[in-house]
């Protein structure tokens, strides 16, 4: 009895083993190939010079050394096409710096906005998330068009801003980034303003009608009870905006051209390390300059994470 | 109701009405010029009716052999994606969430810290592998690295856990083994977290950029974002209007998925995160 009783046991024990990894293998197998054999493979073709046909050639760390070059010619002046990557690398920084503060600003005060009792609340989660389900090149060739010199946005912008010179957009140097940078906020704010939603509908009632007892008004509500209690949600959200705004590709792609636009102005890392590995044709050093994006993305994601988001993962 | 209340209801309006316009405006003026010739779309000052009324400018996409094509190769790229989504992701959720085997917890773990890396890092040797297998400019070469997705398992795994585990605990002690419960059981539970993976990748899938323009190469069997900054960018309409038609043809589905789902697709994006 008693001996049945554990081989009984033991049959579905290992039953349950056969079946769990059965069930997983095709995940974990396919996750291993393009996760984590990729990402060895891309580390050590950083150490190597090929063109994808050819013998592949060992030449240690002069990929790496291309890229710093480039960022140190980059820093002493150099013209764009001499310091592609130290160009991409100045643009997404300066685009994430715009972009992410704005993001987030502008979603959590529409989150505070659409967050109280009135009539629509769903007629303008639809309306601001509609951008976010678009394809961001779909998107992105709208607003070409938007920002045309006779465009829309020069009109828009002529009548809200008194004295404004209609500018040519996507052809000067000066305002390309910018132009995307708009495209951006306006393509994700949306999105995080529903994430900022959900977490401040899942504030407690009770806090606000507290504070209302002790006479604190909506703004000081705002900033000493919404703000503090959004703080995982604001790094969650900073985080995904970082991660997204450092790697921008596909604005790029079209407002600005695989080359970047006038002078490079909308030439970013991910355009640069597209080039590298199918317009120069040289994998290794796309990858080294990959891997000086993942270094960067974890640097400054861990960096704000440590810095204010303890309770968040 | 007193002034101060009325005054803040007003500002609250006007600031959600305005960036509502903000945010609908491009879809709006588009729709209206992709009725316009663009000799009436490029006007300054911008006009809104269209005058002529035309169908131009969809009748010029769809007589341009390719676009039938793109819409064809995209709605096979999603479903492939869609499918392979929800067939592997709960299986494997189920698998993390329900059943017991040595190693589960740090296949998960490494699974779970893939969501670290910058696509960026492994596009290239994706590129060697797929041109390897000979699978380049191949839809199902493209699919294969999206059949599964980190986020897709992890939400069917919290989902699963989230189920109560005694219903599962009754069909073990009728007999009931673990594939077959996953079926009979799991399964038929799931079903709104699979809807929501579905939408989810869906729209990813859809509107999917840089896998296609790497892993696709002859415009035949471009996908809809693909080939229409292939068709911009050689600029085979001397007008706008055309690339603004078939803007909105290929962000309709999206759309039109999303007006009539954007109860649960919210709840769905919230969860997983979303684009980056």
């Known amino acids: ?313 | 109701m007193n002034i101060k209340k009325i005054s803040w209801l007003t500002i609250t309006y006007l600031v959600l009405v305005a960036f509502a316009l903000v945010y609908l405006m491009p879809f709006i003026r588009s729709l209206v010029a992709s009725f316009m010739t663009w000799e009436q779309a490029s006007k300054y000052p911008p006009e809104w009716i269209p005058n002529p009324f035309t169908l131009d400018n969809y009748r010029k996409l769809f007589r341009l052999e390719l676009f039938p094509r793109w819409i064809l190769n995209t709605s096979l790229y999603a479903g492939i994606i869609v499918t392979g989504n929800v067939i592997f992701s709960s299986m494997a959720g189920y698998a993390f969430a329900r059943l017991r085997f040595p190693g589960r917890d740090a296949l998960f773990s490494a699974l779970l810290s893939l969501l670290m890396i910058p696509m960026f890092v492994t596009l290239v040797p994706n590129y060697i592998i797929i041109y390897k297998l000979g699978l380049i400019d191949n839809i199902l070469g493209l699919s294969l690295l999206g059949l599964t997705n980190v986020s897709s398992i992890f939400l069917m795994r919290q989902y699963f856990l989230s189920i109560s585990n005694e219903i599962f605990e009754a069909a073990r002690l009728d007999g009931c083994g673990p594939i077959k419960s996953f079926f009979y059981i799991a399964l038929p539970l799931a079903k709104p977290a699979l809807g929501a993976i579905a939408v989810y990748q869906f729209l990813g899938s859809w509107n999917a950029f840089i896998g296609p323009l790497i892993f696709l190469r002859s415009p035949e069997n471009f996908t809809l974002p693909v080939g229409l900054t292939f068709a911009f960018h050689r600029s085979m309409w001397t007008e706008y209007t055309p690339i603004i038609a078939g803007s909105l043809v290929a962000s309709a589905p999206t759309i039109i998925l999303f007006i009539v789902l954007n109860k649960y697709l919210i709840r769905g994006i919230v969860v997983t995160g979303g684009k980056g």
Do not use: C
């Open chain 1, 1 to 313: 009895m008693h001996f049945s009783f554990s081989s009984i046991y033991e049959k579905t024990k290992t039953k349950e083993l056969i079946a769990g990894l059965a069930l997983v293998s095709v995940a974990v197998l396919l996750n291993m190939v393009f996760g984590y054999f990729a990402m060895a493979f891309a580390f050590y073709l950083s150490f190597f010079k090929w063109d994808y046909i050819g013998s592949m050639k060992f030449v240690g760390l002069s990929n790496y050394k291309i890229v710093f070059e480039d960022i140190i010619r980059g820093i002493h002046g150099a013209p764009y096409l001499l310091s592609p990557f130290y160009t991409g690398l100045k643009n997404i920084l300066i685009y994430t710096a715009i972009v992410v503060p704005i993001q987030t600003f502008l979603a959590i005060v529409l989150a505070a906005f659409a967050n109280q009792k009135i009539k629509g609340q769903q007629f303008f989660k639809v309306s601001y998330f509609l951008p976010a389900t678009t394809s961001s090149v779909i998107v992105a060739l709208i607003f070409v068009w938007l920002f045309m010199r006779n465009g829309f946005i020069n009109y828009i912008l002529t009548h809200l801003i008194p004295g404004f010179q209609p500018i040519d957009w996507l052809n000067n140097r000066n305002y390309l980034l910018l132009a995307i940078a708009m495209v951006a906020i306006w393509g994700t704010s949306g999105h995080f303003m529903v994430s900022f939603l959900a977490a401040m509908q899942a504030i407690p009632k009770e806090i606000y009608e507290a504070a209302m007892l002790d006479g604190a008004g909506p703004i000081k509500r705002f900033f000493y009870i919404t703000i503090p209690m959004l703080k995982p949600m604001i790094t969650y959200v900073v985080v995904m905006g970082l991660i997204g705004a450092l790697q921008m590709f596909d604005l790029a792609w079209v407002m600005a051209g695989a080359n970047g636009g006038p002078g490079g102005a909308g030439y970013t890392v991910a355009l640069d390390i597209y080039n590298e590995a199918f317009t120069r044709i040289r994998p290794g050093v796309a990858a080294a300059k990959s891997w000086v994006l993942f270094a960067i993305i974890f640097t400054t994601t861990y960096i704000f994470q440590r810095k204010y988001g303890r309770a968040v993962r």
